[in-house]
């Protein structure tokens, strides 16, 4: 993916979920793969920010999903996103599939 497409992936997510922490979650979910991803990669995730170092990744992390989960179960798009203890979280498919088809359509 392309800064350009990965910008736009961005703003449709922030568009679909209101706030920037929780569409950061959500593309480092779905820049993923499917693979799990650690606590501290989500912790850290900021939208055209880079990355910052959270004091407790674990707890920031359980945090962002948590409130990542309630507003995508919000747009239709709940029980998606996988918990992997002692490891992350991941978005696989067919979720993630879903997840980028609803980007899609707000996006266009």
Do not use: W
């Amino acid at each position: 993916m392309n800064a350009l497409e990965r910008l736009g992936l961005e703003v449709a997510a922030f568009q679909l979920l209101g706030t920037r922490t929780q569409a950061a979650s959500l593309c480092a979910l779905l820049n993923a793969s499917g693979v799990p991803i650690s606590f501290a990669a989500i912790a850290n995730a900021r939208v055209h920010l880079g990355q910052s170092d959270a004091i407790d990744p674990g707890n920031v992390a359980k945090t962002r999903i948590c409130l990542l989960r309630e507003s995508l179960d919000d747009v239709g798009l709940g029980g998606l996103i996988e918990t992997h203890p002692g490891i992350g979280y991941a978005l696989p498919e067919p979720g993630r599939t879903a997840v980028l088809d609803r980007l899609i359509e707000v996006a266009a």
